[in-house]
């Protein structure tokens, strides 16, 4: 706020000392003098960007965030692990021990698991914590891991690779509502 001044292009500080010299010199009246004294300032003082609303900063960022979620499998394993988004992954997390295509689809979950964690409620941005967005993160997911096994295997080990990739999906549909969280 600048009280009714009009703040000068030089900055306050080149304003002080050039009316301090004109004081020294004589030129100046006791008015102009006391203005050219330094004042701590009142209150912080404003940044020179007009603020962003946090509106704003949240589309942004859900744009941002749209736009990893959209890399396939292997560009998503190369991108650079930008704050403020959370990064933390736990592979394939699955209720059993020996899961099938657990390593081949690690980086599919990974970036499934981004998804969960800066969409969903259970995560600080709580981008946007709906079903729908759920059901697209969730559609990425099956997207990647058959992409994985197409670039992995051919005739029947990738038609078993998809219909696990398939039944793997058809699982995180079924529970993985609570790990999301909703708004």
Same mark, same amino acid.
């Given at each position: 706020m600048t009280h009714g001044r009009k703040k000068s292009p030089l900055g306050t500080a080149a304003v002080s000392a050039a009316l301090a010299?004109? $004081?020294?010199?004589?030129? $100046?009246?006791? $008015?102009?003098?006391?203005?050219?004294?330094?004042?701590a300032p009142s209150a912080p003082v404003a940044p020179l960007a007009p603020a962003v609303s946090p509106a704003f900063d949240k589309a942004e960022l859900k744009r941002r965030a749209d736009r990893v979620m959209a890399l396939s499998y292997k560009k998503f394993a190369k991108a650079k692990r930008a704050k403020p988004f959370d990064w933390r992954a736990d592979g394939c997390?699955?209720?059993?021990?020996?899961?099938?295509?657990?390593?081949?689809?690690?980086?599919?979950?990974?970036?499934?698991d981004f998804g969960y964690r800066n969409y969903g409620a259970r995560g600080k941005l709580e981008l946007s914590p709906t079903r729908a967005t759920r059901k697209k993160i969730d559609g990425r997911f099956l997207a990647e891991m058959r992409r994985t096994c197409n670039d992995t295997y051919k005739g029947r080990s990738r038609t078993k690779c998809r219909l696990l990739a398939a039944n793997y999906y058809l699982a995180v549909r079924a529970v993985g509502g609570k790990a999301f969280g909703y708004r």
């Amino acid at each position: 706020m600048t009280h009714g001044r009009k703040k000068s292009p030089l900055g306050t500080a080149a304003v002080s000392a050039a009316l301090a010299l004109t $004081a020294l010199a004589g030129t $100046a009246g006791p $008015a102009e003098a006391a203005a050219s004294r330094p004042v701590a300032p009142s209150a912080p003082v404003a940044p020179l960007a007009p603020a962003v609303s946090p509106a704003f900063d949240k589309a942004e960022l859900k744009r941002r965030a749209d736009r990893v979620m959209a890399l396939s499998y292997k560009k998503f394993a190369k991108a650079k692990r930008a704050k403020p988004f959370d990064w933390r992954a736990d592979g394939c997390s699955v209720p059993m021990k020996d899961f099938p295509y657990k390593k081949k689809f690690r980086r599919a979950c990974d970036q499934h698991d981004f998804g969960y964690r800066n969409y969903g409620a259970r995560g600080k941005l709580e981008l946007s914590p709906t079903r729908a967005t759920r059901k697209k993160i969730d559609g990425r997911f099956l997207a990647e891991m058959r992409r994985t096994c197409n670039d992995t295997y051919k005739g029947r080990s990738r038609t078993k690779c998809r219909l696990l990739a398939a039944n793997y999906y058809l699982a995180v549909r079924a529970v993985g509502g609570k790990a999301f969280g909703y708004r």
